[in-house]
C-alpha cells in the first residue's frame, strides 16, 4: 500500500493530549502507525475485505495535518468504543476498536447504510495487508 504520510511533528504529544482529552486508550498498534506515518494519504488505493470494498482516501493523524483527528467531532464514535483512522473518498469511516473485547479490531463505518458498522479485521496490520494501490 502506497501512502504518502504527514508530518509527524509532536505526535507523541498529541497523542497524550486525544486520549486525556476523549479518556480513551489507542491501541499500541495504532500508537506506532501514527509514530512512523502520522496517518497520510493512499494514492489510488483500494481494499476488499470479508465482502465489503471501496477505495480508501488516506489514514487520520494527528495535530495540524490536512485529515486530522483533531477536526473530527468524535463523540458518536466513541460512545461506541470506536475510532475513526482512515477514510474512503465517500465519507465511510475505517475504525478501530477500543474497548477490551475489540481493542484494535478494524471495522467499516457505512454512512449511506444508516452508518451500519461491520467487522474487518482483527488488527490494523491484517487491514493493510488487504488494501492495493496502483502503480502511480
Do not use: W
Not at 482516501?57 to 477536526?71: C, E, N
Not at 479490531?105 to 492495493?132: A, P
Request: glycine share 8%.
Amino acid at each position: 500500500m502506497l501512502i504518502s504520510k504527514f508530518p509527524n511533528c509532536n505526535v507523541q504529544q498529541r497523542i497524550v493530549d486525544i486520549e486525556k482529552q476523549y479518556c480513551i486508550v489507542l491501541p499500541v498498534q495504532y500508537k506506532k502507525f501514527l509514530h512512523k506515518y502520522n496517518g497520510g494519504y493512499t494514492p489510488k488505493t483500494k481494499f476488499a475485505v470479508r465482502g465489503i470494498s471501496s477505495d480508501l482516501r488516506g489514514f487520520f493523524g494527528v495535530g495540524d495535518v490536512a485529515l486530522s483527528l483533531d477536526k473530527l467531532k468524535l463523540g458518536g464514535c466513541l460512545q461506541d468504543n470506536l475510532l475513526p483512522i482512515a477514510c474512503d473518498s465517500f465519507g465511510n469511516y475505517i475504525l478501530i476498536g477500543l474497548s477490551n473485547e475489540d481493542a484494535g479490531n478494524i471495522f467499516f463505518c457505512d454512512h449511506e447504510k444508516g452508518n451500519k458498522v461491520e467487522y474487518l479485521t482483527e488488527t490494523l496490520k491484517q487491514f493493510i495487508e488487504c488494501c492495493r494501490s496502483e502503480k502511480i
